[in-house]
C-alpha cells in the first residue's frame, strides 16, 4: 500500500496544492548542510511571507539527518526518510487539522482507535501560554464517536500512564520551534504549542525492561519501542519578541509526519526495514549475498546498515552530494564506504552498488522522478566510489589488525595523526575504524570517542588547508573561490563577527558576508553609525588577535551542544544534524574577544579556516556604511 499517496491525494481533495520535495541540499541557505525537515524550506511562508502555491499546502519532503548516522542499526532509525507535511498558512486551524488527521489515520491508513494515544501542550504560565485544552478535547471527541473512553490526563514520570489516552506533557515535549524549547528560541522565532500522535505496538515488558528506561513507568514519550510518534501538528501561532510571547500575523498549521513510522503503524510491523517501503532494496542485497534478512540475528545489523545508507546516498548523490572529502560530499562517502564495509560482511565481494542504487531508483521513481533523471551518472558515481574503497579495503583490514597489535590494545597511541593516515591510505572514515575496533570488543567511553574524532578532524582539516587545489565544490559562508587568500579573510570574518559583538553590544548579528581574494564585506545589525574610535578599537584587537597566533580548528556536535557552548553564528534551520564549531583558540575555554583570553571566538560554520590566526595577515577596515534599516557593512581588507 502506497501510503504516500493516500496522503497527498487526501490533502489534495482538501484543496491543499501539492508541491514537489525541496532539494536535500538546502538552496540560499549556507548555515546547514541538509535538510532534516518538510517544513524547513516553509519557514519563511511560515513567517509570512505568501507561498505563491496559495494557503494550503501539502508534500512529502526528502530527510536527511547525519546526527543519526551512528544510530542506524536497531530497528527504528535511518538517516534518510520522507517527512509528510501539510501547512495551513494563516488559514485553517486546530479544529479542522485534527478532524482531517484523525480521518486519515482511522479511515484512509485504517488504524484501529484503541492503538492511539495523543499528547498536547501542558500551558506554562510565567511564558503566559495556555493550556491546549482545545485539541485535548477534540480529540476526546473523536474518540468517543468509536465510542472509547478517552481519558486526559497530565503526564507524571511518578505514576505512568494513570488509565489515560491523551497526556498533556510540558514544553519540553510539546511545543515545537526550530531551536526547541521557548528559552532556547532567538528573538524572532516562530513557534507555538504542538499535539503529537502515536501508536501502540503493544506491551512487551520484557523490552520495556531491558531498555535504558527500566527505572520509570513506560509512557507514550518512552522509548522501548512500545510506542511510535507517528506524527506532530504544531500550531505555528507565537514568535517570541523581548517582551515574551506575541501572536504571529497569521496562525498556521505545520504537520510533519514520518512516512515510514506511518507506514510502520499501518502495517503493524515494529522493524523499519521490514516494510513494503524497502522490499524492492532488501531483495536486491538478499540476492547478492545470498542470505535472507532476518534470519540470522548476527547478520540484522549490517543488513540494515546497507540498506539505510545505501538508500540514502542514491538521494544524496541524486541532489549534487558526490562522494567527496568535505561538506555533503563526505557524508556521501562516509555512506557508501560503511555500507560497503557491512556488505563484505554479509559475504558480498563484488560491486553491489549498481544493483542496490538501481533498486532504489526504481522503488522511488515515480514519487521522486528526478531519480530517473539522474540514474546514470548517480550510479557510475556509486561504483566509482566502490571501486575506489574496495581496492584498500582487504589490505586495510589486516594492516589494522597488524597496527592494533603493535600498539597493544592502548588507544592513546591512536593519534589524530595515526587515524588521519589510516583514511589516506586505506579510505576507512573515522566512525568505520570506531566500528571496527568495537566488532574487537574494545570498550570506548563516549568521551575517548569525541576526543579522538576531534583530533581525527584537526588533522583532517590541517590537511586541507594545505593541500587546497581548485573548486571540487561550492565553499559555504559566502566563500567564492578556494584560494588561500580567501580562506584567511573567513576566518578573519570570524574574529571581526566576534569583535563586534565585544565592542558594539550583544545585539550584533551577522546579516551576511561576501568575500573575493581583494576584499571582505560583512553585514551585521547595528543601529548607528561606529564611530572612529569605535572602529580603531575593532581593528586593534583583532591585530592582537592575529599576532597572538591563536590554534584554528573545529569540532562536530549537535545544535544543543553548540548553544550549550555558547557558539555564535547562524543556528537556522539546524536539527537532528551535527553541525561543525570552529573555535579560535582552546576548544575547552570559553569565547571571549579579548587577545589576553586562552579562547577569542567560537562560532558555528562549514569551514574551511586557516589554521593558525599569524597566517592571516594585518587587518584593516576601509569602510563602514548603511546598508539598510538597522544594518551596517564593513569592507575590510588583510595585507
Ligand atoms: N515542524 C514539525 C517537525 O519537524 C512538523 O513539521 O516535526
Redesign the pocket.
Same mark, same amino acid.
Given at each position: 500500500m502506497d501510503y504516500r499517496k493516500k496522503y497527498l491525494d487526501f490533502f489534495a481533495a482538501k484543496q491543499h496544492a501539492i508541491v514537489a520535495s525541496a532539494s536535500l541540499i538546502p538552496e540560499n541557505d549556507p548555515t546547514t548542510l541538509f535538510t532534516g525537515?518538510?517544513?524547513q524550506p516553509m519557514v519563511p511562508y511560515l513567517l509570512g511571507a505568501r507561498h505563491p502555491a496559495g494557503i494550503r499546502i501539502a508534500n512529502s519532503q526528502k530527510c536527511f539527518r547525519s546526527g543519526d548516522i551512528e544510530e542506524v542499526g536497531d530497528n527504528r532509525h535511518t538517516t534518510f526518510f520522507e517527512?509528510l %507535511?501539510n501547512w495551513s498558512l494563516g488559514d485553517y486551524f486546530k479544529t479542522e487539522q485534527i478532524a482531517w488527521m484523525w480521518e486519515f489515520l482511522t479511515r484512509e491508513v485504517n488504524l484501529d482507535p484503541a492503538r492511539l494515544y495523543f499528547t498536547c501542550f501542558r500551558g506554562n504560565e510565567e511564558l503566559e501560554i495556555p493550556r491546549d485544552t482545545e485539541s485535548a478535547e477534540l480529540w476526546q471527541k473523536l474518540f468517543s464517536e468509536k465510542n472509547i473512553v478517552a481519558k486526559i490526563v497530565d503526564f507524571s514520570d511518578q505514576i505512568g500512564m494513570q488509565g489515560g489516552r491523551i497526556f498533556y506533557y510540558s514544553e519540553k515535549k510539546n511545543w515545537?520551534s526550530r531551536s526547541g524549547v521557548p528559552a532556547n528560541m532567538p528573538i524572532g522565532e516562530p513557534g507555538g504549542p504542538d499535539t503529537e500522535m502515536f501508536y501502540d505496538f503493544g506491551e512487551d515488558l520484557e523490552l520495556h525492561e531491558k531498555s535504558d528506561w527500566a527505572a520509570e513507568h513506560c509512557h507514550v514519550n518512552c522509548d522501548c519501542g512500545r510506542f511510535v510518534e507517528i506524527g506532530?501538528n504544531?500550531f505555528m501561532q507565537y514568535v517570541k519578541t523581548e517582551h515574551g510571547f506575541e501572536q504571529l500575523p497569521q496562525k498556521n498549521v505545520?504537520? %510533519?509526519g514520518g512516512l515510514e513510522r506511518i507506514t510502520m503503524a499501518a502495517e503493524n510491523q515494529q522493524d523499519i526495514f521490514s516494510t513494503e517501503l524497502f522490499r524492492e532494496l532488501r531483495q536486491s542485497i538478499e540476492t547478492l549475498s545470498g542470505k535472507t534478512y532476518g534470519e540470522r540475528a548476527a547478520e540484522t545489523y549490517a543488513f540494515r546498515v546497507v540498506m539505510d545508507h545505501m538508500r540514502a546516498a542514491t538521494f544524496l548523490i541524486c541532489d549534487g552530494a558526490i562522494p567527496s572529502n568535505k561538506d555533503q560530499g563526505y557524508f556521501t562517502r562516509r555512506l557508501i564506504r560503511r555500507a560497503v564495509r557491512m556488505g563484505h560482511k554479509l559475504g558480498i565481494e563484488n560491486n553491489f552498488s549498481e544493483a542496490v542504487s538501481r533498486a532504489v531508483i526504481s522503488a522511488y521513481v515515480a514519487a521522486y522522478p528526478e531519480l530517473k533523471i539522474k540514474e546514470e551518472q548517480i550510479v557510475s558515481d556509486f561504483v566509482k566510489e566502490e571501486n575506489k574503497f574496495r581496492a584498500t579495503l582487504e589490505k586495510g583490514l589486516k594492516v589494522f589488525e597488524k597496527q592494533i597489535d603493535e600498539i597493544n590494545s592502548d588507544l592513546n597511541k591512536m593519534t589524530g595523526q595515526w587515524l588521519f593516515d589510516f583514511y589516506q591510505n586505506f579510505g576507512f572514515p573515522f566512525e568505520l575504524i570506531i566500528e571496527e575496533l568495537k566488532s574487537r570488543n574494545f570498550k570506548l567511553s563516549d568521551d575517548q570517542i569525541s576526543k579522538m574524532s576531534g583530533d581525527f578532524s584537526s588533522v583532517f582539516e590541517e590537511h586541507k588547508n594545505l593541500s587546497r587545489v581548485g573548486a571540487e565544490n561550492k565553499f559555504k559562508g559566502g566563500l567564492g573561490d578556494h584560494s588561500d587568500i580567501s580562506v584567511r579573510y573567513h576566518t578573519a570574518t570570524h574574529l571581526l563577527h566576534a569583535t563586534l559583538k565585544k565592542v558594539l553590544g550583544e545585539h550584533v548579528e551577522q546579516k551576511g558576508s561576501n568575500i573575493t581574494p581583494e576584499r571582505m564585506r560583512f553585514d551585521f545589525s547595528h543601529n548607528e553609525k561606529m564611530t572612529s574610535e569605535q572602529i580603531a578599537e575593532v581593528e586593534q584587537l583583532i591585530n592582537a588577535a592575529i599576532a597572538r597566533d591563536y590554534p584554528v580548528s573545529f569540532e562536530e556536535m549537535t545544535v544543543d551542544e553548540a548553544r550549550a557552548k555558547k557558539a555564535i553564528g547562524l543556528f537556522g534551520d539546524k536539527y537532528g544534524e551535527k553541525v561543525k564549531v570552529y573555535t579560535v583558540g582552546d576548544r575547552e575555554a570559553p569565547a571571549e574577544a579579548d587577545p589576553t583570553a586562552p579562547t577569542y571566538s567560537r562560532e558555528i560554520c562549514g569551514g574551511p579556516h586557516v589554521t593558525h590566526t599569524a597566517l592571516i595577515g594585518a587587518f584593516k577596515i576601509i569602510k563602514e556604511e548603511a546598508v539598510s534599516a538597522g544594518v551596517r557593512r564593513i569592507k575590510a581588507v588583510i595585507e
Open positions: 525537515s518538510g517544513m517527512m %507535511g515545537w506532530n504544531v505545520d504537520f %510533519g
